[in-house]
């Protein structure tokens, strides 16, 4: 873990070109962005790099365009909003290839505190090869590499890795350090008890992170869909709840490993059963609750029950740490969302630090209104993950250390 790197704070840019690594994959609906939170998360660091008198290039990617350069995936749309954010003029450097005629020049004519916006940086092929060509392109533009993304730290693609091989000056910005501080730290060294808690899915979307997670966490509980294939392997009738058979070994060594560890591994005792998954995904269903022990072959659990609720929420209680990753059910669906409630109004009024760890958790308690009431919401899903598996992340490892 790289818990002490260089951050805007350490650093001189007045007068010089400051190439930022953002995240603006923000959602697009027939060119009008539908959320702006990652354009309003970029800010503080773009404001103190342009108060400091830099002259600030930002890079980002924007969805998956597959064959180069598709105009549905043109940062034009971020452009405009940026500058009504930040109440200054964004130029925005139009180039199929990003480094192209547009932004050389928009780059040479800038003055200190201005702001250019490179075109989605996927537009080149290289970009998620890390190819060199494409780096030393991005990096001819600058001095100094600042990188803020953290939805995409754990990809070595040019933006965010390769450009550090020409440009010797690097720094986090200030969303990278408060993810480096918050997930990095509860990880590393964590105020005990700590807690973890895993919902979502998949089971194998987590294996490391719940081995991992037991050897550093007090105390580790399990929901969500993945908590079937642990009671499977615990010899209960699942039903038609969601199981991966390829890890029944897998959870039962997990079970093993946490009593050998003197871990509490906590699992659901009931759960809301239905006849089907419910279509649509919000739809009324009919549920029922029932103990683990007893679900019919012919239903399916799609969330915690009262008393798994009432026994997570317990749990939390007297924790200082709490590190969150996955809902507890169908949080998409009001009958099913329950679960998730009861975690997120669990976590809401403990004293601990509390920590939702990006993606669906995080969708989840900003969707059921307790965002202001935790300590920090990751703004990366898959690199908050990899980060609690204990990883080394490429775009967190390429930072210069601060000694």
């Known amino acids: 873990m790289q818990l002490n790197k260089v951050s805007v704070d350490d650093i001189n840019v007045k007068g010089k070109k400051v190439l930022v690594r953002v995240d603006f994959n923000v959602p697009l609906k027939d060119g009008v962005i539908t959320n702006d939170n990652r354009i309003t998360a970029a800010l503080p660091t773009i404001k103190k790099l342009i108060a400091d008198g830099g002259k600030v290039i930002l890079c980002s990617h924007l969805g998956k365009p597959k064959n180069g350069p598709e105009e549905k995936f043109s940062l034009a749309p971020v452009a405009v909003r940026l500058a009504e954010l930040l109440g200054q003029d964004v130029v925005f450097a139009n180039d199929d290839e990003v480094v192209g005629e547009n932004a050389k020049k928009a780059v040479a004519e800038m003055k200190d505190g201005d702001v250019v916006l490179l075109q989605n940086t996927r537009f080149r092929k290289e970009e998620t090869k890390n190819l060199e060509p494409f780096s030393a392109e991005l990096a001819s533009l600058a001095e100094v590499f600042v990188m803020d993304a953290f939805g995409s730290a754990h990809r070595a693609h040019c933006s965010t890795a390769g450009v550090t091989d020409h440009i010797k000056d690097t720094a986090v910005g200030y969303l990278m350090q408060k993810e480096i501080n918050f997930l990095g730290n509860a990880v590393e060294n964590p105020v005990r008890p700590f807690v973890a808690i895993l919902g979502g899915a998949k089971v194998a979307d987590k294996l490391n992170v719940i081995s991992n997670l037991l050897e550093k966490c007090d105390t580790l509980i399990i929901g969500g869909g993945m908590a079937y294939t642990f009671l499977k392997a615990q010899g209960k009738e699942v039903g038609k709840s969601l199981v991966d058979d390829t890890k029944l070994d ?90 998730t409630i009861a975690v997120a109004k669990a976590l809401a009024e403990t004293d601990a630090t509390t920590i939702i760890g990006g993606g669906d958790s995080a969708a989840a308690v900003i969707q059921l209104g307790f965002a202001d009431k935790m300590s920090h919401i990751s703004t990366g899903g898959g690199a908050s993950l990899e980060y609690l598996e204990g990883k080394t992340l490429p775009g967190i490892a390429v930072i210069a250390d601060n000694i």
Request: proline content about 8%; overall charge negative.
């Open 250 to 339: 897998y959870c039962k060594d997990m079970i093993a490993k946490a009593a050998e560890l003197g871990k509490q591994l906590l699992l659901p005792v009931d759960t809301m059963i239905a006849a089907e998954f419910p279509n649509p995904i919000d739809g009324p269903i009919d549920v029922e609750c029932v103990s683990v022990d007893a679900i019919p072959a012919d239903m399916e659990g799609l969330d915690i029950g009262t008393e798994t609720q009432a026994l997570f929420a317990d749990a939390v209680k007297n924790a200082k740490t709490v590190v969150w990753n996955g809902p507890m059910g169908v949080f998409e669906n009001p009958t099913l969302a329950a679960g």
